[in-house]
């Protein structure tokens, strides 16, 4: 007489079925908790002194939640953030950026000038390299809508007004656009 084995089952996930139009296959998708993703900035610098210069720029739901000269963890507009002194092998660059997403000129100027205190860079198309080396992108949210409009036409003036600025005019790139 053979003795039943009971398999270990692995925890039960959540899965849904999709029909693929040329098979009549079933497909079962699984999907997984979802899990955060936090930043981890490795600066040549103390990320004490850039966490109280980025809580001091970003001032809705921010705060430091411990830091001292070699590592911190803080929270920027509700995002969390790992951060360590890493050295000087450590430099960062366009790859890797920050968006900032405005309505604004108002507000673009703010994000712009703060970035750039103390020896921040100005990049083209909106972009600004803090005095970290970090770099962030200060977007006008109608920014992307001119530059994505229907109209292929008014899309490429909207993209080649922003292609010569540096900080990002909102009212320019509505008269770019309007031709």
């Not at 921010?62 to 790992?82: E, R, T, W, Y």
């Not at 360590?84 to 430099?91: A, K, L, S, V, W």
Request: charged share 20%; proline share 4%.
């Amino acid at each position: 007489m053979a003795k039943s084995r009971k398999k270990a089952s692995a925890p039960k996930k959540k899965a849904t079925t999709g029909k693929s139009k040329s098979s009549t296959t079933k497909l079962n998708y699984v999907t997984s908790a979802s899990h955060s993703i936090t930043p981890f900035l490795m600066f040549n610098a103390s990320p004490q002194d850039a966490a109280k210069f980025y809580v001091s720029i970003f001032k809705k739901n921010s705060k430091i939640l411990k830091a001292n000269p070699m590592q911190a963890d803080f929270v920027l507009n509700g995002q969390k953030f790992h951060s360590y002194n890493g050295g000087p092998q450590f430099q960062f660059n366009w790859g890797v950026s920050f968006m900032i997403s405005v309505e604004t000129q108002k507000e673009i100027d703010y994000y712009w000038n703060a970035l750039l205190a103390d020896g921040g860079k100005e990049l083209m198309c909106g972009w600004v390299q803090d005095k970290f080396g970090l770099c962030w992108q200060v977007t006008p949210k109608i920014l992307l809508q001119l530059i994505s409009d229907k109209d292929p036409t008014k899309a490429d003036r909207a993209t080649q007004a922003m292609l010569k600025m540096k900080k990002i005019d909102i009212a320019v790139l509505k008269a770019a656009a309007a031709g």
